[in-house]
Structures are given as structure tokens and as C-alpha cells.
Nanobody, 123 residues
Framework: QVQLVESGGGLVQAGGSLRLSCAAS????????MGWFRQLPGKEREFVGA???????AYADSVKGRFTISRDNAKNTVYLQMNSLKLEDTAVYYC?????????????????WGQGTQVTVSS
């Protein structure tokens, strides 16, 4: 079973940038749709964006134009580049896998999750 490890979280000022990475184990990374979600304290995880094996991507309206997802199948890694960060982007960010080529926009669409990485945006 694939395992995911996120990294790159931290503290950043509003307007700044961070890049999160999600490294996957296993030889079948290329076939997965990879998703990014985030979770605020006391709330459910919400969809941030996803990238399919074809490298086309989709985003939540709240991050569209600011966040970019990319993947490097040779490195079994997916990235979340976050620019123009806002206070409301503060959350724990998770990556997840969905077997196959279909889009997934809900938490239940995904099978395997990383442990999460904290992103804190300060004023």
C-alpha cells in the first residue's frame, strides 16, 4: 500500500509563499489522482486541489489563481505551490491518493492519506 509523507509547512507572513511536497512510496504513483486537502481546527477537511496522471489540475475557488499543484512522477512526488497566502489559509494540509484517473473532490473519494503538515499564515 502506498504511503505518503508531506513536508514544507511552516510559518509565513500574509502575502508570502510556501511550497508543500508530498512524497509517495510504491511503484504505481503515476496512476493515482493526487489531492490536497486542508483542515481547520474543529472543521472537516476541505478540498484544495487535485492533479491527475495527465497533469491536468483542478482547484477550489478559494485558492484558484494563488495555488498550483504539480507532480513529478519520476520522483513520486506531488507539490502544492501556495502564493499570496492569506490568514484564512492557515490549516493542516494533507495529500491523498485516489486510484485511477477520475477527479475526486470529496474526502471520501480518496484512499490513502499523509500525516499532514501545518501551515500558519501570520499578519
Amino acid at each position: 500500500q502506498v504511503q505518503l509523507v508531506e513536508s514544507g509547512g511552516g510559518l509565513v507572513q500574509a502575502g508570502g509563499s510556501l511550497r508543500l511536497s508530498c512524497a509517495a512510496s510504491g511503484p504505481t504513483f503515476a496512476r493515482y489522482t493526487m489531492g490536497w486537502f486542508r483542515q481547520l481546527p474543529g472543521k472537516e477537511r476541505e478540498f484544495v486541489g487535485a492533479v491527475r496522471w495527465t497533469e491536468d489540475s483542478a482547484y477550489a475557488d478559494s485558492v484558484k489563481g494563488r495555488f498550483t499543484i504539480s507532480r513529478d512522477n519520476a520522483k513520486n512526488t506531488v507539490y502544492l505551490q501556495m502564493n499570496s497566502l492569506k490568514l484564512e489559509d492557515t490549516a493542516v494540509y494533507y495529500c491523498a491518493t485516489r486510484d485511477g484517473w477520475r477527479w475526486g473532490f470529496q474526502e471520501y473519494d480518496y484512499d490513502t492519506w499523509g500525516q499532514g503538515t501545518q501551515v500558519t499564515v501570520s499578519s
